[in-house]
């Protein structure tokens, strides 16, 4: 008789952060802690949960303790709810815990698919009649969000003050993006890559990004390939979705391209997000797209579907690709079932939703 596999224990560092992210990463646990406990014993997830976000930082001052990636270098992954409260300024919050994480551990590859769900209804008219998939890759270490510039208001008297907020693009980021943009898509159905540019206006950094692309496509001809303009991209994502199956895109186009298709599945609450850092070096992060919500926060009606889906990116990445699917197959149960949040036209809670999709396991 041939002995029981090992167990598996991932050790995963949960930062619900502010607002919604609380409600939603609890809602995650719980679905992956249902998958483990039904696993028998083949797997298990062992978790730290960190208290930073707004409510340290109004203690603290800090969003994140001062050896934070230190504590969190360690782990297999790591699962974020959402980062952002009225009391603090926004580019305090996202740059003292987000983007501190995403840039400190080299996450270069920010994947965000556009799923559409059974059940949910989306303001595309032509949603029913195309099956709609695609994924938004966003290069999420430099361009538009490197962090570069600077304010000056010197002997220039208030009203006059100057500020320069500097786009960084290198050859190796956008080469890298690009490459992991065409390998994801030789794994799909669709084998294209869609480029979003805006070298008409900006006539260096986005340039650069289309001759790497050009030049990084010439290693791929079975991957079909298109250049297009971020506003252009826009109006493509309504009007023709069904041309698309892997858009990369700058970190700002792509954050903004991502939070569209995500509305046109219908809600920001069903979107999921991988930060990827692709070589292992340091561990990536799995979070919902959206933000902290305010006005819904602490209500127990927030949408759990993005979190659970950003789950199910977890467990892919951690090997359990059987397991993720799993997770997967139950959201479109739950969804098809008609339990389904305010956001998208349901009166169900959180609870109630993470409920059905543990019972749909
Ligand atoms: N869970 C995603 C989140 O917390 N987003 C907050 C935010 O403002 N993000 C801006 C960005 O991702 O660029």
Redesign the pocket.
Known sequence: MSAPPAPRTFRIAAIP?DGV?IEVVAAGRAVLDALAAGSDGAFAFDWTELPWGCGYYERTGRMMDEDGLEVLRGFDALY?????WPSVP?HVS?WGL?LKICQGFDQWANVRPVRFHPGVESPLRRADEHPLDWVVVRENSEGE?AGLGGRNLSARGPGNEVALQTALFTERGCERIMRFAFDLARTRAVKKVSSVTKSNAQQYGMVLWDETFERVARDYPDVTTESVLVDAMAAKFVLRPEDLSVVVAS?LNA?ILSDLGSALAGSLGLAA?ANLNPERRFPSMF??????APDIAGRGVANPIGAISSAAMMLDHLGLPDQAARVRAAIEATTGAGVLTGDIGGKATTDEVVAAVIENL
């Open positions: 952060a992210g974020f709810g959402a980062v952002g926004d996202l987000r969000y970190n954050d997000s979070e919902p797209v959206h933000g902290s």
